[in-house]
Structures are given as C-alpha cells and as structure tokens.
C-alpha cells in the first residue's frame, strides 16, 4: 500500500513511490511462490533495496520525467516481462506494440469541481528479445503483447478546476495522493496484478492446456478485467453469445505476431478483437448445490482481421483452468463478491457483472449470455471469472494485509 508519505511533494516522486511498490511486491510473491522472475537489466538511473539500479526513469513526449521502468527475465528461458509505471494514460497504437499517448498531461473530470490527473500501471511480456531501456516509448520486440494499462488517479487542488481538459497546470499541480493498494500472485510464469483490492489482470508465458493448432509454440497471454479499478460487468442483449468479449485481450499467433484489440481510431481493415467463450458446463441455475467451473477458450469468433492461426483456426487454444476459470449464474447474487475466494482457497473471484434488469448493454469485460425463460429486456445470465490463487495468500480486503510503503 502506497499513501501521500512524501517528503517531496512531487507528481514524479508520486509516480515513484507507485513503481517501488509494485517491483518490490512482485519480487516478495516470486520469493514466495519459487517463480523464476529476476531484474534482467541493473543499470538504471535509479537504485532499490538490495537489487541494484533496476529502476530506469523516462521522458515522455512532453519531457516530463514521471514514467519508470524495470525489466525482468525468468530463469535462463528467453522470456521477458517489464513493469511500467507512467505518469500518462495511453492507448495502444494503431499499428504495432508500441502504445500511443491518450492522456498526456491531462486531466479530466473529478468529483465535478476539479480535475484528475490520470495514468497507467502497465506491464508487458515479450520471447526472444528483451525490451530496450526506453520500454515502450521506443520500437517493441517483435514478439511481445501490448503495453496496455489500469488506469491511475491523483486529484490535482482545487484551481485545477479553471483548466480545460487539454491544458496542463502549472508545475505538478496535485495535491491529493489517493492511498494505493499495489500487489502480486506468482506462480511459476503466471502472473496476478491486484490493483485496489481488486484482480485487475493475469499474464502468463504459459496460459493454455491446450492448442488448437498444432506445435503452436507461444503460450504468452494478457487478459484484463478492469481498466478502472471499481470496473464491473454489465450484460449484453446478445442471446446467442456466449462469449466474453474483452477488448484488452492479447496473445501471440502461432507465428508469434501480436494479436490484440486496436482502438476505435484506426481503420476498420485493423480492427482486432479477442474474447474467451464459456463452456456449456460451467452454466448453472439460481440454488444449485454444485457450482461449476470451466476452462475458457481464448478465440476471435472471427471477429479479428488478424489470423490468431496459420491453419485457419479461429481459436488460440484451452486456457489452464488453474490460471483463469469461468462461470454462469442466473442472477448477479448467484455469484460471491469480488475478491472473495472459492474452491477452498485455490480460485478467486476476479470479476463479476452488474445484472440489470431493463434494457441492458455492452460493456467490457465480459457480455453476458442468456438461460432459458429470459429476453431480449430482461438477461438471466451473469457471468463471473476466477483466477489461481492460494489458500495461504493473505485476503485482499482486509485492510491489515497491505503493508504501507515509504519513499526510498
């Protein structure tokens, strides 16, 4: 846990303290769990703990120095994972990996009366090559996901409130700090992100149980559940899909090109999606003593102008069940709330969706499907996602297990 404990009041020691947060978590889960995660480059501008100078520091395209990066390598395998902590938000490009500005230095809407100052906690893995020192400010390694981002908040003071929403106040120009809960689970090449308190992502270098195209090599995948940390689900009306369309999916083809979503400004010819269907078993009604759970399938449905396989198939393969579970429930109350564990300790619920009762719509992570009895106007499906966890792990919303952290 982070809080407003500077002696320098600064957005880029703020930005700072996040990114010493989230490396050194990581680091205690992978001592924890045995995962092979180690800093791959130790000649940053910038020292932390007993590791070396694995903290490099950035400009972005304004030449404010608030975006930090550390690299990592696991085992003596060629696979790659880097942390980015930037002090903007941004999308990812219409071409490539390398993500594009969205936000820089902007703030937007806060409370009514003020503005906030947004930016991403990013991380990205990659095989074969390494990310240069500039992360994702420079050209990306062929074979590595997007650097796609959660989305952060600082609130600047009040007379940030004169500015327009492309403007950038004088100096940092922020005042409030919110208290931010940072944390890891690792096991082995998988990776949890929990961001406040909640399961915000899993990535992993080996994701699935099964290919769908043979000798596929690549296992890599990022799957995000929220791009803001209070993010739940809403339904769709769509009876006849049983999918969960989420636009920040990202995984390699089997030819090892990058495969994800591209934003709404770029050509139609490039619009990419990537989703997980549920199985048939894992849906049950309101009262069931057994629950289900089942392993989702990673898949375009078609829905990509990029093929995910050299043999035509439409599907990347069976994603580990240990690593991300699904469900259907008929009502949202069917479901546990987010955060709480299931399967005694060993899956916890990463997402949910806000049922509605009228008219529903689209929102990401996942749309809903229907049962039986339902229509168009009123869904009676909901559906939930479970990742790996530990019995052992510390429980989320408890305030007492997030230890505070101080500037280093």
């Keep these: 846990m982070v809080r407003a404990n500077l002696t320098n009041n600064t957005y880029a020691n703020w930005c700072l303290l996040v990114h010493q947060a989230r490396i050194k978590a990581f680091m205690e889960s992978c001592a924890l769990s045995g995962a092979q995660w180690h800093f791959s480059k130790t000649n940053g501008a910038l020292s932390f703990e007993s590791y070396g100078n694995v903290i490099y520091r950035v400009a972005n395209a304004n030449g404010d120095y608030h975006d930090y990066l550390s690299f990592f390598k696991y085992g003596d395998e060629e696979l790659y994972y880097m942390i980015a902590t930037l002090g903007e938000y941004y999308m990812i490009a219409a071409s490539g990996s390398t993500p594009t500005f969205d936000e820089s ?32 400010f420079t050209a990306m390694p062929a074979k590595s996901l997007a650097c796609s981002s959660i989305v952060t908040e600082a609130a600047p ?15 940092n120009g922020v005042s409030y700090y919110p208290v931010i809960y940072i944390g890891f689970a690792t096991k082995g090449k998988d990776i949890i992100n929990v961001y406040q308190k909640n399961i915000t992502s899993i990535e992993s270098g080996s994701a699935f149980s099964g290919y769908s195209t043979p000798n596929d090599p690549y296992g890599e995948l990022k799957y995000i559940f929220n791009l803001f940390p209070s993010d739940e689900i809403t339904l769709s009306n769509e009876s006849d899909r049983i999918f969960m369309g989420n636009l920040r999916s990202e995984c390699l083809t089997d030819s090892g090109e990058p495969i994800f979503y591209k934003s709404s400004n770029v050509t139609s010819t ?3 999606q990537l989703g997980i269907t549920i199985p048939a078993q894992a849906f049950y009604e309101t009262g069931n003593t057994l629950i289900p759970f089942g392993s989702p399938v990673l898949t375009t449905l078609g829905k990509c102008k990029k093929a995910i396989s050299s043999a035509g198939m439409l599907t990347k393969g069976v994603i580990n069940g240990e690593l991300l579970s699904v469900n259907y429930g008929k009502t949202q109350t069917t479901h546990p709330t987010v955060g709480s564990v299931v399967m005694g300790g060993n899956l916890i619920e990463a997402t949910r969706c806000t049922y509605r009762s009228s008219t529903p719509y689209t929102r990401n992570p996942v ?21 790996g966890w530990d019995p ?12 505070e952290l101080a500037l280093q």
């Design 270 to 272: 490039e619009l990419s």
């Design 157 to 171: 003071d009040i007379a940030a409130n004169s500015y327009s929403n492309s403007s950038t106040p004088n100096g």
């Design 367 to 387: 749309p809903g499907a229907q049962l039986s009895g339902a229509t168009d106007s009123t869904p009676m499906a909901c559906p939930a996602a479970y990742v």
């Design 392 to 403: 052992s792990n510390p429980n989320i919303n408890d305030e007492s297990s997030w230890p």
């Design 105 to 136: 230095a902007i703030y937007g809407l806060y409370a009514s009366n003020a503005k906030v100052k947004r930016g991403g906690v990013c991380s990205c893995l990659a095989v074969d090559s390494d990310f240069a020192d500039l992360g994702p």
